[in-house]
């Protein structure tokens, strides 16, 4: 990479930071035991079929189970949930991760039971691009909680809206 890759880069990074993105957390079943990360990177891809993608960074610890699973649950954080969001952003939080509020389910992913909203995926596809792998999936299922209040995250730090 030469010096204005690294421009480039950095411009970027400052750029992106600036975009505002709801907090998810990602969860998958392997072997029975539940694992999960925060992600960010989530987007609707169609209705027909109803699906989206996660995208997931490759060095992340779910990141190959994620290729072999049937499964993976987008549970979309409320703003009351930042606790959560750290604490599946820290590898040393792992044992406390599903302790409390989460339903457990010995084939599927752990849903979060209050979530602003629980969507089921069936992989069907990934494909990996520089840092991270693109996973789509097609929406089996959805819970939604009622008041619309997601956590938010820019420029490195959480938030939410305040509407009027």
């Known amino acids: 990479m030469n010096g204005s890759d690294d421009d480039v880069i950095g411009q970027f990074r400052r750029a992106m930071r600036r975009v505002a993105a709801t907090v998810n957390v990602i969860s998958i079943t392997v072997d029975g035991q539940p694992l999960g990360i925060t992600a960010t990177a989530v987007s609707s891809l169609s209705m027909e079929p109803p699906s989206l993608l996660a995208c997931i960074n490759r060095a992340a610890a779910v990141h190959a189970s994620m290729a072999d699973m049937a499964n993976f649950r987008v549970n979309i954080l409320h703003r009351d949930q930042e606790d959560i969001a750290r604490m599946f952003a820290d590898r040393r939080e792992e044992e406390r991760r599903f302790a409390e509020g ?13 979530a602003q909203a629980s969507i089921l995926c069936r992989r069907i596809d990934h494909h990996e691009f520089g840092t991270h792998s693109i996973f789509i999936g097609v929406i089996e299922d959805v819970c939604v909680r009622e008041d619309v209040s997601p956590l938010l995250y820019w420029n490195g730090q959480y938030g939410n809206i305040n509407p009027c």
């Open 102 to 114: 989460w339903e457990l389910f010995p084939d599927l992913p752990p849903r979060l039971m209050d």
